[in-house]
């Protein structure tokens, strides 16, 4: 279908979970009908429910919620094993995801921005000039991305999902005279403490054009009772600054911080500290001149519109969905939008 109205925007791919039948917000308003609601990302993947209106799901447009009905073929979050749990440790649970239960909808919205649709929250000092010069060059580009499970594409569906392909395919699409090498040195698990150790071999020996550096998810995590944060907000702060120098010093690259999303505040090892560890990145980056990838702004932005953390995280404890990870791109394309 043609959208002819400026103000008409298309969602694609937002993930949700329903708890029984109670209306959950979309992330727009103003939905128009003809909504596609279905079981996976791609509707061709093996195994795919294309779900009906009215007979598993409601939209109530005024409102711009979704729900169940109560012959729905929507599994039922309510279901999930830590459904209504405080906080869970996923250890003890073997199967403590949301795959199971998350559904993705396609739907039409009116916006009242035209242009921007609210992404001014990403105003950033420092862009990628540098490196818009040698794509417009076309020359031989190589980026590495460093971080942990959620720069790995942790939990995203496909690789092409994952926000650093996203973010990659755009620079191809608006460049297609360059060649564009994506190298993915993140590690599941990790911390800066251990990812600063590797920096040299990982990142630096690679001579990378740009860098993006992803940590602070792990570093925030509760260790047990006696310690708050895994790697304390002072040791990543100098962790994370090291980094930066020992990149500008030894090459030529564009940088990004990627400040964190937000995990699972039911989780038992959320410190409730991201806020801290995102000020640090952010501080860093008008320090240092990096670019900034602001993660935590928008997802802050997604839960006060009322989406809630288990509709934005797959893993329902720190790895965004497939939407997440548009979220993660989004961060990142505010850097090319000129």
Known sequence: MTIDNPYIKRQLMETIVLVQEEGQQLRHSGIQPGAYVRSHAVSTDKGNVIYIENEDYVIDYKSGTISRTGRSRIPDWGNHPVYGVKGF????????????????????????????????VLA???????????LKAG?????????????TGGDASRDDF????????????????????????????????TALERLEQDVIALQPDLVSIGY??????????????????????????????????KTNADI???????????????????????????????????CVADVHALWIRELQAGKTHE???????????????????KAFSHLISY
């Open 256 to 290: 990004i911080l990627v400040t964190p999303c937000i995990s699972n505040p039911h989780w038992k090892h959320s410190s409730g500290d991201l806020a801290i560890y995102t000020d640090i990145l952010l501080r860093l980056s008008r320090e240092l001149g990096t």
């Open 311 to 329: 509709s934005l995280l797959l893993n329902n404890v720190n790895h965004p969905s497939d939407y997440g990870h548009a979220l993660y791109y």
């Open 162 to 193: 994952a926000f650093y392909s996203l973010f990659a395919n755009d620079l191809r699409e608006r460049y297609p005279e360059a060649e564009l090498e994506v190298v993915n040195k993140a590690l599941g698990g990790e911390g800066s403490t």
């Open 216 to 249: 602070g998810m792990n570093d925030q995590c509760t260790m047990g009772p006696d310690i708050r944060n895994g790697i304390p907000p002072g040791l990543f702060e100098e962790n994370i600054r090291a980094m930066v120098q020992q990149i500008q010093r």
């Open 89 to 120: 440790d996923h250890r003890d649970y073997p199967d403590y995801s949301n795959r199971g239960y998350m559904i993705y909808i396609d739907y039409d919205y009116e916006s009242e921005d035209e242009v921007n649709d609210g992404i001014s």
């Open 124 to 134: 950033s000092v420092n862009t990628l000039d540098r490196l818009i010069r040698k």
């Open 139 to 151: 020359q031989p580009l190589r980026y590495v991305v460093f971080g942990d499970s959620i720069s």
